[in-house]
């Protein structure tokens, strides 16, 4: 999983407005994007903690609807503010588009109700490499608008509400201080992909714990694989506390740095698969914080003063993180298995969205003091999370470190997303090479999130990661 603990109101904000056949000047700077929906536009509400930001769809639905094209958004402010990170990311898709990987999570057994916005690999693959041909040749943003406006589909996010209205909050890789052995300032470990965990070979959704007679049976809860020892020689890494264990389980990746300055990269591995309960949610609906003060920092100070009361809420949590150690060139990676990239990239759900395209996002994002400033960026759908599990959010990768770790924390605003799917008569002019054969282990979902983020799964880029080496036999038999 990944993502900081953060909970901000969204501020009230800006409204996004449909095309209408004029093409209207790029600086339309109001706050937060919000509802479009045909016939017009619904002013933003700010999220109440009465609202249900996870609102789930019904089974075997979609998280997205297609726009009219009297309802298209506006793309010139996204255009104007196209970069060298948006590039690197769009061009990890391209790369992505064609690995067997790529392939096999495209393929009709995978796709599932998402094969009603795209018809598979082609089409995606093109989608992508025709928003970046358009990109780089348009000589202009109303060239680019229009060319875009004539041979793509825009598709919206449902939403919370059905009509586009979502949150986006942020996630990062942070930064530890770590040993790679037990000490006693170090004394709390990450733990290695067990052998008895079995996911899906080609999502990495877990399916649950292979027993010692073949069956599968269900993991225990975090709580009870931490105090029974039953991890005992699958110890990975050592940190300095629970605390920082938990949300090194919560952003899914870390980078560690060892007595001897020595930089060490963990990554995901794997989950339980376990109920994920965000930290932030449980302190403020316990009334222990307030919904202002649900934040990575403040809950930070709140450990250093009563640990045994933050652990207690910790231990709602079911859920529990593995990890592997990862390269620095191939780390932090996505869903997708490549690199992923900060301010460029999303994490949604991916049961409704699809993977690897382009996105629109339009919203608000934090700075270091936790004011919001305006975002209408082109960024690209590369990761996935535990606590992203619903059309009304999505989370951008905000970066390494403790800088990062501040702005992910301060990140929480209404806002709403669009992906780009190219219609089925250009798709033959913008194909890619055939793409290699599928890899028996594909990418790896994630994991577990943050209340609000996803988890980096550090794989190689572009090419899909080998599983993890076994680790080495548990000190004692693991029970079922």
Not at 4 to 33: E, K, M, Q, W
Not at 139 to 159: C, H, L, N, P, S
């Amino acid at each position: 999983m990944h993502g900081c603990i953060s909970d901000r109101s969204p501020s009230a904000g800006r409204l996004r407005r449909a095309h209408t056949g004029v093409f209207l000047a790029a600086s339309l700077a109001l706050a937060v994007a919000t509802t479009v929906f045909l016939g017009g536009c619904e002013s933003p509400a700010k999220v109440t903690p009465e609202e249900d930001i996870d609102v789930q769809l019904p089974p075997g639905e979609h998280g997205l609807r297609k726009l009219s094209r009297e309802e298209y958004p506006e793309l010139a402010a996204a255009f104007a503010a196209r970069d060298d990170k948006f590039a690197r990311a769009i061009g990890m898709s391209q790369q992505w588009f064609t690995t067997g990987t790529s392939k096999a999570n495209y393929s009709s057994e995978q796709m599932g109700p998402i094969s009603q916005v795209v018809s598979g690999h082609e089409q995606a693959a093109a989608s992508v490499n025709a928003f970046r041909q358009l990109m780089d040749s348009s000589t202009d943003a109303k060239a680019f608008q229009d060319a875009v406006y004539e041979q793509f589909d825009i598709w919206q996010t449902r939403g919370r509400n059905g009509k586009g209205k979502a949150v986006i909050t942020g996630y990062c890789s942070p930064e530890f201080k770590a040993s790679a052995v037990r000490t006693e300032t170090f004394k709390y470990p990450l733990y290695r992909r067990p052998v008895d965990l079995v996911t899906d070979t080609v999502t990495g959704d877990p399916l649950g714990r292979r027993n010692a007679d073949g069956s599968l049976g269900q993991w225990g809860t975090r709580k009870e694989i931490l105090e029974s020892n039953q991890l005992a020689g699958y110890e990975l890494m050592w940190l300095s506390s629970a605390f920082d264990v938990y949300i090194c389980e919560v952003n899914g990746s870390a980078k560690l740095i060892l007595p001897d300055n020595t930089v060490k990269y963990v990554g995901y591995a794997g989950k339980t698969g376990r109920e994920y309960v965000g930290l932030g949610t449980s302190l403020v609906d316990a009334g222990v914080i307030t919904k202002r003060e649900r934040n990575l920092p403040a809950i930070k100070a709140l450990y250093a003063r009563d640990p045994a009361l933050v652990q207690k809420y910790i231990d709602r949590n079911q859920n529990m993180v593995f990890f592997q150690m990862y390269d620095g060139k191939s780390w932090p990676s996505g869903s997708l298995g490549v690199p992923v990239t900060d301010f460029a990239t999303v994490a949604t759900d991916k049961k409704i969205f699809p993977r690897g395209l382009v996105m629109l996002m339009d919203t608000q994002v934090a700075d270091y003091a936790g004011r919001m400033k305006d975002f209408d960026r082109f960024m690209m759908d590369q990761d996935t999370g535990g606590a992203i599990r619903a059309a009304g959010r999505a989370d951008i990768y905000m970066g390494i470190g403790a800088a990062a770790e501040i702005l992910a924390g301060n990140q929480f605003a209404d806002g709403t997303f669009y992906y780009f799917v190219l219609k089925p008569e250009h798709v033959g002019k913008y194909a890619p090479p055939a793409a290699a054969a599928p890899s028996p282990v594909a990418t790896r979902r994630k994991r577990d999130i943050g209340d609000a983020k996803p988890v980096s799964a550090g794989t190689q880029p572009i090419a899909p990661a080998p599983a993890p080496a076994p680790a080495p036999a548990p000190a004692k038999p693991a029970t079922p």
